[in-house]
């Protein structure tokens, strides 16, 4: 066994020199700053305390540093988990009670087995399932859930809901309670990170500043934003006046927890630890692949889910909440120049720094300065034009974006995600059910073949060839059946069918059986059926089978073999079923 595949640390560590050390401090000192507004607000949006985001800053990035093999990626608490974390605490327990805590816990610590798990079974394929359109939607949907939850705050009014209808409604209700002071910060807020987001990075190019500063003083905004709205909130005395703000956060390290062990607890958590590990994962890998692709580096998905997993484990023990990799923050950390992970590791050495002795600089932080700063980071998710792009692509996967967002929005996330997810594999099954295939003949004067219908091509009234562009399994396998006899009716003078399977990749027992259902039929009918371009590990499964000893024709090496050899053009016979084959 070799350890530096489960400890990737083992990788780099040895190598590290002080120029890397450098280059990673200085890119911790730059994600520090930022990640210090985005912990508390994405804790907010989760329902936890602000300390809790703080928390979840830490001990998981230590132990990515140990366990991940992405060299740039920032873990910690993202917009759509912390959103999907509410919902589901939410159903189990009221909003700032211990138990709301406790859950949370636990969900992170579920999320973290099945991870670890995940990973130690080599099952990162399984996030495949997750199409980009799905995902895609699923992002978009819950945008705008995040955004509209968190209007209430930058109103300074009360309202709920779990679905984009629900909070609307809420809203619309409580209008007449909005608190002046609360609107003017707020809304101050979102134009200045707006403004700055657009237009503050070309601003600074025209008056001379390099590119890197330029971007890096761009995403540093929110921390100027914060600064200023708690001094003035607390010079002006704005909390007496309504104005909600975070308050007294306690001093300290992450303190070691213990999440319950209730099996009721768990049960009910179980499908959104699940959910929440599978997006929390694709997210993390397409970012972490993303980076890693600009400097020739890899990952491993497999160790991958370890490492995440492992974060969400030590998140679970120190107080935290359900954590993964993060876009922004991963790609400021490439940015300013990190080169391996223990940039992560200093990272939280300066999130620790922060909950050791500025946690009572933030007591007077407007609520809505975060409620701000979430609006404007997760509405950078939003991709409308990806519903036209897709359309104008594939109906099929445009119509699983759809779904998902229009569920997701009108129910729920988990539902709505689910509901992608099932559309999705409904649609495969529906597509591969009836695969695409083409009688084709030769393209005069070569060895190529080409569909009938869309080329000029040489065909034979006694030889049929059909290429079949798809895998054989249960789902097609009586498609294939009626498309072969349907071939042999409309073709009266027919001697011999070839089925060119150079696109056939497998072949299942469904499939096998529906293959010695034709070969019976068209030998009924006085035809021979040949295979052409079996590939080498699907004819090692043929080989031995009661089809290819019955098997009325042969097998060629090429369709181009078949072609001469069934029209008498060469001498080259193919190869008896069950004779040796080289691999193709």
Not at 11 to 21: E, I, K, N, V
Not at 207 to 222: E, I
Request: charged content about 15%; overall charge neutral.
């Amino acid at each position: 066994m070799n350890p530096k595949r489960y400890l990737p640390i083992l990788q780099w560590l040895p190598g590290y020199s002080r120029a890397t050390m450098g280059s990673d401090l200085l890119a911790a000192v730059i994600v520090t700053i930022m990640l210090i507004p985005q912990s508390l607000a994405y804790a907010m949006l989760a329902g936890l305390p602000p300390e809790v985001g703080l928390y979840a800053s830490i001990a998981p990035l230590v132990v990515y540093a140990v366990f991940g093999t992405s060299r740039t990626l920032a873990v910690g608490p993202v917009a759509v988990v912390s959103l999907m974390t509410a919902a589901a605490v939410g159903q189990v327990a009221p909003q700032g009670s211990p138990e709301y805590l406790g859950a949370a816990l636990v969900l992170a610590l579920m999320s973290g087995l099945i991870l670890t798990l995940m990973g130690v079974a080599r099952l990162g394929f399984l996030a495949n399932f997750l199409s980009h359109p799905v995902i895609s939607g699923f992002i978009t949907a819950s945008g705008l859930i995040i955004a509209a939850s968190q209007l209430k705050h930058v109103l300074g009014v009360e309202a709920s809901g779990h679905n984009l209808l629900e909070l609307l409604g809420s809203l619309g209700g409580s209008l007449g309670g909005v608190n002046g002071p609360t609107l003017i910060i707020g809304f101050s807020v979102l134009a200045s990170l707006y403004s700055a987001r657009r237009w503050l990075n070309p601003c600074l190019r025209k008056l001379g500043v390099p590119a890197r500063p330029a971007d890096m003083l761009t995403k540093a905004a929110p921390i100027l934003a914060v600064a200023v709205t708690t001094l003035v909130t607390w010079r002006l005395g704005l909390d007496a006046q309504g104005v909600a703000v975070v308050g007294e956060v306690p001093a300290g390290l992450p303190p070691l927890t213990l999440p319950g062990f209730d099996s009721g607890l768990w049960s009910q958590l179980f499908v959104a630890a699940l959910l929440i590990s599978i997006v929390g994962f694709v997210e993390s890998v397409s970012v972490g692949q993303t980076l890693a692709a600009k400097r020739r580096q890899r990952i491993d998905p497999d160790q991958e889910l370890v490492g995440l997993g492992t974060s969400n484990i030590a998140a679970s023990f120190t107080g935290g909440m359900p954590v993964t990799g993060g876009f922004a923050r991963s790609v400021v950390n490439f940015d300013a120049g990190a080169e391996t992970p223990a940039a992560g590791a200093f990272t939280a050495v300066g999130i620790a720094v922060a909950a050791l002795l500025l946690t009572p600089l933030i007591a007077y932080l407007p609520i809505a300065t975060l409620a701000a700063t979430i609006i404007v980071a997760v509405l950078s998710l939003v991709d409308f034009g990806a519903i036209r792009r897709t359309w104008d692509y594939s109906r099929c996967d445009a119509m699983a974006m759809l779904v998902t967002i229009g569920v997701t929005l009108a129910i729920g996330i988990e539902t709505g995600i689910l509901a992608g997810v099932g559309l999705s594999l409904a649609l495969h099954l529906y597509n591969t059910s009836r695969p695409h295939s083409a009688v084709v003949g030769r393209v005069p004067g070569t060895e190529h073949f080409r569909n009938v219908k869309r080329h000029a091509v040489e065909t034979d009234p006694q030889l049929a060839i059909l290429r079949v562009d798809e895998s054989l399994y249960f789902a097609n396998s009586r498609y294939l059946e009626d498309t072969v006899m349907d071939l042999a009716l409309r073709q009266p003078g027919l001697c011999h069918v070839v089925l060119a399977c150079q696109a056939v990749n497998v072949i299942d027992a469904s499939a096998l059986e529906s293959l010695e259902v034709i070969n019976a039929r068209l030998r009924d009918a006085q035809v021979k059926l040949h295979l052409a371009e079996v590939k080498g590990p699907v004819m090692d499964r043929l080989r031995n089978t009661q089809f290819c000893r019955e098997l009325t024709g042969e097998v060629f090496l090429s369709t181009f073999d078949a072609w001469r050899s069934l029209r008498g053009e060469s001498a080259t016979p193919g190869r008896a079923c069950g004779a040796a084959e080289p691999m193709v």
